[in-house]
């Protein structure tokens, strides 16, 4: 057990300093001024970006760079006094970064919200039951957050990795001597700008003028005006809506940085690259081929490419596209109330998904389990012994703990009574608000992340790894309230929320507890930059939905649109008969026994032969898929690429520079490309009415990739240039399309 507390406090050392000066200020009106005002941007931003077909966001990481020249400025032209208690430091500068996390972070339940007042036309959800119901979920797990801290917070065992490269850029940018200067004489501040500039610039590129380098599908450049090419479509399309994207690869920044390729460890992103190669490019073909659930191949076939793989839509027994608003009705008996057409489901069924989304939830299944399993076995022992160290000797040896001690503690009742309104702010909105979850729904919700955030909460703070609990609670919840899709969505956003929000807390609360920031200024920056950014968030996703349009090249809501086909599945269908035995996606189920035993076999064969690769292999980063269907998947080729280079090549040999530059870099091309896509959506994407796409060419052809056949691609090209301009499109007066 010693050698364990020294392993941690070795890690911990080498950026966490063992002094504290309790005369810093952290509260200050700087503080929250940068704080607030800079989360109000990310927070905006990365609303805005969740509508996009690929996710995109931009770090809080972001914010630490982008503050630290603000802070000084505001130094130095501020009077001195309350306004300015002397030079900027790094207390404040983690308050505010902290403020950004909890702001930048958009809120799960604006994928409720929007499904069910815009998707699922339920009109009179108004947008203040929506803004109550953002807050009350964002707020819901910080009671947990705060009666958990003493064991997920305070004690040494509990490490939070994800905290200690922020904690280094702090102190690094606070240091009066640049330990690296020497050899690399250029600021981090500097190279962030550069580095943002350039990438701004870049951006405009594959984002607006040539999307061709978003997406290089290779296999289409030679086949794609061949007879008979479906199987080239589908393996070589990237599209959305269209095939696997095999050796597709993209110089697209706002598509590289789905996986955090510069600040992912190489051996995780080496894993899960490697799990989505194996999934997407080979078991999934061999079951579209195979049509190994129910007529898979009739799925999508009126589409250009002839099929459907990459889409989170629903189908009818004849892969016939199915919308899911037709799977519900308002109930006769309460009118907020959405339930299941049930004549429109016994006409359709079964209702089919693609084994693309089939095999997704498949390894949802695998990965909840696996990931309980594998932490058990390589981290089992290591989480006893340091849980039985939060028990009975929580921090009395800890020096990080003693100096925290010359700050006044956050009572407990502080908290009680935070969870307390929250709980009953959420029986409210859910019962009279529209969201159609009973009041023992969100009791239980709240029973579901009680029992689970301390040891999800555990195994995250040692070993970096989270699991979810959406696809576990839609399971539940859709056992007791079949036919109900609003009160699943809401039940999966509480429940989900409650956990997953508590742990961003905790771990920013652990950033405070490495930093000594006092603990009462804390909860009211996290409180209050959590409860702002709800109310931002909410505000502008209802805008930005109301003024969308018709979903476009790029922005067509791929997410939300996800939700809400898990909202229909496990909602108004419900799992028992969607996954009962008599559906096609019965076998499903069997990952849940695959998750239980895979990862024992490199478990094992480490114990066999403990000088080998074995314990590099991670069954549940390699089954996990990310929530990217009905995006662009020419994802998988460079982020890969750039991860070898940079933390592999660049590490060792330039170790250095990576050193210095690394994750300034990473952030610098979130910030440059972030600021341009959001000038190309207002500009030429936002006004469904007048569209302004770049004229088409080479390297902007109609399908955005070169796979489509020359007659179609010029098709969806007229289709494009002649509703553009204020102009709209006519099919009937294109004769060559018509």
């Known amino acids: 057990m010693d050698v364990t507390i020294d392993e941690i406090y070795e890690i911990i050392d080498a950026v966490v300093p063992r002094t504290d000066d309790p005369s810093l200020p952290a509260g200050t009106f700087r503080a929250w001024f940068l704080g607030l005002t ?8 990365n609303t805005i970006f969740t509508f996009r077909t690929n996710n995109f966001t931009i770090t809080a990481f972001v914010t630490v760079l982008m503050a630290y020249p603000c802070g000084l400025m505001m130094a130095k032209v501020l009077p001195a006094g309350a306004l300015n208690p002397g030079p900027f430091n790094y ?6 970064y902290v403020m950004t996390s909890c702001m930048s972070a958009t809120p799960y339940a604006l994928y409720n919200i929007v499904g069910q007042k815009y998707q699922l036309y339920q009109n009179d959800l108004s947008l203040i039951s929506g803004i109550g119901f953002a807050v009350v979920t964002q707020c819901f797990g910080y009671g947990f957050a705060g009666l958990t801290r003493r064991y997920l917070v305070r004690p ?7 905290n200690l490269a922020t904690i280094a850029m702090l102190n690094s940018l606070h240091e009066k001597d640049d330990k690296l200067a020497q050899r690399y004489p250029m600021s981090r501040y500097k190279f962030f700008w550069l580095a943002t500039s350039a990438m701004f610039f870049y951006q405009l590129l594959p984002g607006y003028v040539t999307p061709l380098l978003a997406a290089m599908s290779v296999l289409c450049w030679f086949t794609s005006n061949n007879k008979d090419n479906k199987t080239i479509l589908l393996l070589g399309s990237s599209a959305p809506n269209a095939g696997l994207g095999l050796l597709s690869f993209s110089l697209d920044w706002s598509i590289i940085n789905f996986y955090a390729p510069i600040t992912t460890p190489l051996w995780a992103m080496v894993n899960q690259v490697m799990g989505l190669w194996l999934f997407l490019w080979i078991v999934v073909p061999i079951l579209w081929f195979t049509e190994a ?18 889409t989170p839509k629903t189908f009818n027994k004849n892969g016939v596209r199915v919308p899911n608003t037709q799977f519900v009705i308002r109930s006769p008996d309460d009118p907020n109330s959405l339930i299941l057409n049930q004549t429109f489901y016994d006409e359709n069924k079964p209702i089919l998904i693609t084994p693309y989304f089939a095999l997704e939830y498949a390894n949802s299944f695998v990965v909840f389990v696996a990931a309980l399993v594998h932490v058990g076995l390589w981290y089992g022992r290591d989480i006893w012994y340091r849980f039985k160290a939060t028990m009975s000797d929580l921090d009395r040896d800890d020096i990080h703990a003693q100096l925290m001690e010359a700050y006044p503690e956050v009572p407990d009742w502080w908290f009680m009574v935070l969870l307390t309104v929250t709980t009953v702010g959420a ?38 790894q989270q699991i979810g609990l959406n696809v576990m609670s839609e399971f539940l919840i859709g056992l007791l309230l079949p036919g109900r899709i609003s009160a699943v969505m809401a039940f999966k956003t509480f429940s989900y929320m409650a956990m997953s929000q508590g742990l961003l807390l905790v771990a920013d609360m652990k950033l405070g507890h490495y930093l000594k920031v006092p603990p009462r ?32 090249s790029g922005w067509s809501s791929s997410s939300y649109n996800t939700f809400l086909s898990a909202g229909a599945i496990w909602g108004a269908i419900a799992p028992a008969r969607f996954f009962g035995p008599e559906s096609p996606y019965f076998k499903t189920l069997f990952g849940f026994v695959i998750g239980a035993t895979l990862p024992v076999i490199p478990w094992y064969l480490h114990k066999v032969q403990p000088n080998s690769f074995w314990h590099l292999v991670n069954i549940p980063l390699i089954f996990v898929f990310p929530g990217n269907i009905g995006a662009r998947r020419s994802d998988l080729i460079t982020p890969l690429m750039l991860a070898i280079i940079v933390n592999y090549y660049v590490k060792k040999y330039r170790n250095t520079w990576w050193k210095k530059y690394a994750y300034v870099m990473s952030a610098a091309f979130d910030a440059g490309a972030g600021v341009m896509l959001l000038i190309i959506f207002f500009f030429a994407q936002f006004n469904a009415k007048n569209l302004v796409p770049f004229p088409v060419w080479t390297l902007n052809p109609g399908d955005g990739e070169l796979c489509l056949p020359d007659s179609k691609r010029v098709c969806g090209e007229h289709e494009t240039m002649g509703g553009a301009y204020g102009n709209t499109y006519d099919s009937a007066q294109d004769p060559a399309c018509s």
């Open 91 to 96: 207390k404040e500068h983690a308050l505010i």
């Open 38 to 45: 800079l989360g109000a941007l990310i927070c905006t931003a």
């Open 293 to 310: 659930f129910y007529k898979d191949q009739s799925i999508g076939v009126s589409s250009p490419y002839g099929f459907m793989l990459n």
């Open 427 to 464: 029986i409210v909105v859910c019962q009279w608000g529209g969201f159609d979850l009973p009041w023992w729904g969100t009791i239980l919700a709240i029973l579901l992340a009680l029992v689970s955030i301390i040891p999800i909460g555990t195994i995250q703070a040692i070993s970096g």
């Open 156 to 162: 040494a065992a509990m490490l939070w990795p994800s």
């Open 521 to 552: 200024a804390m909860f009211l920056a996290q409180l209050v930059s959590t409860m702002l950014g709800a109310i931002i968030s909410t505000c502008t996703a209802a805008a930005i939905y109301e003024s969308f349009g018709i979903p476009n």
